[in-house]
């Protein structure tokens, strides 16, 4: 049975800096990773879709990287910004079902 | 409107009540699904349908009905609802189902049971 972890649970820092968002799968056998935010009380933005052929995707300022063989995926935010503040979920498609992390939960302080 | 939509946006109800959840899509998508967020738990999946079929159930209650009339309209029917189903329903769309396609999310509907 495929679980996700999102580490860390929440982050804080100060706006300009770049940060690294960790989610760890423990079934390599996936078909892509996606990567979403979710802003509070509403519904999920899909970021970055990586296949499962793919090392990485880029788009902007995020950058998602996929290692299948270890089961780490991790989304590079650059130069952050007030607005990135928000809940970054990753799922990857197990069986063509995505399987949720239970977050990131970002701040970043103007 | 463009994406995906849900109405209600808020939804209180009473254990005894009847109530239905709408989604549209307007993505020319094929599958559409329903998930349940719980407050500090990962996303649930709770219905698939994929050419109007459904073909996922992840064992949902019976008192949690999907409607799936076409592929850009999906309904999710209450009925004798127990507090701890309060949640937000989120609904999602892919181009189709069994397949590596992106999906996309309405804004949900936060549901409160009394």
């Known amino acids: 049975k495929q679980e996700v972890t999102q580490i860390p649970a929440a982050l804080s820092v100060p706006e300009g800096e770049n940060l690294v968002l960790n989610c760890s799968f423990t079934?390599?056998?996936?078909?892509?990773l996606q990567w979403f935010r979710q802003d509070p009380g509403k519904g999920l933005t899909s970021l970055l879709l990586i296949q499962s052929s793919q090392r990485e995707q880029t788009s902007g300022r995020l950058n998602a990287s996929l290692d299948k063989s270890s089961g780490r995926s991790t989304l590079y935010i650059a130069a952050s910004q007030p607005g990135d503040s928000a809940t970054y979920l990753c799922?990857?498609?197990?069986?063509?079902?995505?399987?949720w992390g239970a977050g990131t939960k970002l701040i970043i302080k103007p | 409107e463009t994406g995906v939509t849900q109405t209600p946006r808020h939804l209180v109800m009473g254990m005894t009540n009847k109530k239905s959840l709408k989604c549209e899509q307007h993505?020319?998508?094929?599958?559409m699904y329903w998930y349940k967020q719980s407050a500090k738990k990962p996303l649930e999946l709770m219905f698939v349908y994929n050419f109007k079929e459904q073909t996922e159930n992840n064992s949902v209650p019976s008192r949690f009905s999907p409607e799936c009339p076409n592929s850009s309209h999906l309904f999710l029917h209450l009925h004798t609802l127990q507090p701890e189903d309060s949640a937000l329903y989120l609904c999602a769309s892919s181009q189709r189902a069994g397949g590596s396609y992106e999906q996309y999310f309405g804004p949900g509907t936060r549901l409160t049971v009394t």
């Open positions: 079934d390599s056998a996936i078909y892509n």
């Open positions: 993505l020319g998508h094929n599958a």
């Open positions: 799922a990857p498609d197990s069986n063509y079902q995505l399987i």
